[in-house]
Structure formats: C-alpha cells, structure tokens
C-alpha cells in the first residue's frame, strides 16, 4: 500500500518554493498501530527462516520493518558467549555475503528475526559446566561482512577506521542510520522528550524565528516547513538555553551532528527537506564530494563512498528527471545526469527512469555489484 503525504498545503507551499510535487512512500506514525507481526519483531522477535526474510537497500525486513537475525543457540559455546558476548554466534543486519552463501547451499539455520536497538539478545545453549541447558542475555557483536556489504560509515573505503568503527557500532544508531527506509520504524524511536526547561518551546520558537529558519549548517530555508527546523543544544545541554548554546538546524543536519548517532528521520521529512535544498540549490552539480557526504540521506551514504573510492566522476544527488512537459518523472538518490544513470530509492522511480531510457539500479542491486564483484 502506498501512503500519500496527508497534508496537501504543504505541497502547494513546496510547489511555490519551485520543487516539484511528488508523493512519496511515507513512514507510518509511530503512535499507529503496528501490524501484529511487526508488533512480535519488536517484542522478542520470530523464528523465520532465510528464504522468507526480506531485503531492503542491502538491509534485513519483513513486513516493512527493518529486521537483524541471529542464532539463539549457542549449543555448548553457551557458557563462553555468556561471560563474553562477543564469542558468540555474530548478529547479521545486512543481505551479506555469509547469508548469501548460507541460501546458496540451503543450509538450514533457525534464525530469529527481530527489531533489537539495546544489543542485549536472548541466547541458550547445553552447558558443558552444570551438564544442562542453560539461558541468558548476550551482547553478541554484529557480522563484519554486514558492515562490509553496507560499508557503514566507510568500513570499506577507509580501512584505517575499521576497527573503531566495529567498536563503537551501536543497533540503536544502526537503525537510525536507515531509518529513511522503511515503513515501520523500532517501536523505542518513542522519542525521549524529557530534560527540556518548562518554557522550552517558546525559548525554541523564539530562536529558530531569529533565524528566519534557515538551518545554520547547509542553510535550507524552511519557512514552508517550519517543524523540520530543529533547535541544537551546542553543548547537549538541554537546560543551558543561552543563545550562545543554541544552534538552529534542520532534521537531516542536526542527525548528522556528533552523538545524535540515534536520531531518525522518516522518510517524509527527508524527503521534504532534499526537496528543499535542491529548489534553493544547495545540491547541485556544482557541490563537491565533501559536501555531497553531509547533504546526502545517510542511508545512501555508504554507497556513496564506495564510488569515491573506485574513482567515479562526482554524481548529483536527488536528481529529478522530469519528461517532456517538465513535470518530474522520478527521483534519484544518486545520478549522474550525462550518463543518464541513477541510484534509487524505491522500483517505481527505477521504471519510471527506464522508460526515459536512463539506466537505473535500487540501493539494493547497486551494493550488491559491489559486493560480487570482491
Ligand atoms: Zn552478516
Ligand atoms: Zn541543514
Ligand atoms: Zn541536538
């Protein structure tokens, strides 16, 4: 089912800033009821087996909810992985090459699917100490080809932050990182709107007006979209409310600022906000790699730098393509426009652009060219 932006206005307003209208496929409100599978992922999680699951710009779901899978059974490893975690079975968050091989040759393997942002996993297994079954909770470390296949945060493209990266991989700020993906996002997004100051929302309003909500890092103007301004704490203090501390930024901006590694953005809000900064041409032909890596949906930004790294030509991100009467076709992610090849984000825009005879390939198929051809 495709959801279409509820609040019509806005695309009028957008319309008037010179974006073009477009419906996107949107994330579904938190305070919605989830769909009762979706539900058990977030609660313990569901046995499924490897041909069932789902993928999606190279990550795991189901049922439009991203997903990780592990082993529950550590078999008589048990007591090992309880006193050390990372001795145990690795968590997969990506369509890697292990699971690829494990589908090749149909090896059955009982996975468990679930929605997990604490790193905390329920595991079992035959003790060898007390010659009995034993349970427990395990930190378990996540799969080093996942991270490869993703190349999260440039584990690929630059090998000398491999192991920090690895280190500090967090699920909670994994799920974040893709949360522009998927329809369902993990049910602990409930935001934490605690440790404000009482006047808080006036202080904010306030701020965000004295700076005719422009964000102050990539300067989009979003007077349309007020609501996508955010007002940033400089030094994470959310009492210490003196302008020098303030910053306005917008959504996309304020994830990307130093441990905001667990902010998401839904699809719609990043969408909105790409839209923006094309019209006022902050993304354009002219912008260069560095700044294509802060502007771009994070989602995409591991692919984005494996073409760095093999030396493509710069592309443009959020491409439109419009047809002949100027109305926009479809949107990319990534494209390089003379070439008339994009990356994108969901089939529909990959048929759209193939009828324009442009050659287009989804997150998905792109990562996975990256990761055959090793
Ligand atoms: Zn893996
Ligand atoms: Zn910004
Ligand atoms: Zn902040």
């Given amino acids: ?22 419906p996107y496929k949107l994330n579904v409100a938190l305070a919605d009821p989830l769909p009762d599978i979706v539900n058990r992922f977030n609660e313990g999680g569901a046995e499924i087996e490897l041909k069932d699951v789902e993928t999606m710009g190279g990550l795991l779901s189901s049922n439009g909810a991203q997903i990780v899978l592990y082993i529950p059974d550590q078999g008589q490893n048990i007591d ?54 034993v349970e427990g909770s395990a930190r378990l470390r996540v799969c080093i080809n996942c991270l490869k296949h993703l190349n999260y945060r440039g584990y690929v493209s630059t090998p000398a932050r491999k192991g920090e990266i690895l280190s500090n991989f967090d699920l909670k700020n994994f799920f974040a990182h893709y949360s522009s993906l998927f329809r369902y996002l993990p049910k602990s997004f409930i935001e934490d709107k605690g440790g404000y100051a009482k006047n808080w929302k006036e202080v904010s309003a306030k701020f965000r007006e004295s700076k005719n909500f422009v964000c102050e890092s990539c300067k989009v103007d979003l007077k349309q979209a007020k609501g996508l301004l955010h007002t940033h704490h400089r030094d994470g203090n959310k009492r210490n409310n003196g ?30 906000i790409q839209q923006f900064r094309k019209a006022q041409n902050i ?20 692919l984005l730098r494996l073409y760095q790294k093999q030396g493509s030509a710069k592309p443009e991100i959020g491409y439109e393509v419009s047809g002949a009467s100027g109305a926009v076709v479809a949107e990319s992610e990534i494209a390089w426009p003379s070439a008339k090849f994009a990356v994108v984000g969901n089939p529909d825009d990959k048929r759209n652009l193939e009828s324009m005879a442009w050659k287009a390939v989804t997150l998905e198929e792109a990562l996975r060219e990256f990761r055959d051809r090793k």
């Fill in 243 to 272: 302008e020098a501390n303030l910053q306005a930024l917008c959504a996309d901006c304020h994830r990307k600022q130093p441990l905001h590694d667990h902010m998401y953005i839904k699809q719609r809000d990043m969408a909105i």
């Fill in 283 to 302: 993304i354009g032909s002219t912008t260069s790699w560095d700044n294509l890596f802060e502007l771009v949906d994070s989602a995409f930004e591991g």
């Fill in 1 to 22: 089912m495709k959801l279409h932006f509820p609040i019509d206005q806005l695309w009028s307003q957008v319309r008037k800033m010179g974006a073009a209208e477009r």
């Fill in 80 to 133: 090992q992985v309880l006193e050390n975690g990372p001795d145990g079975k690795k968590v997969h968050v990506a369509d890697c090459q292990t699971l690829e091989q494990m589908r090749q040759r149909n090896r059955f393997q009982r996975y468990r699917a679930l929605v997990n942002t604490s790193g905390d996993f329920e595991v079992f297994g035959y003790s060898k100490n007390t010659f009995s079954s």
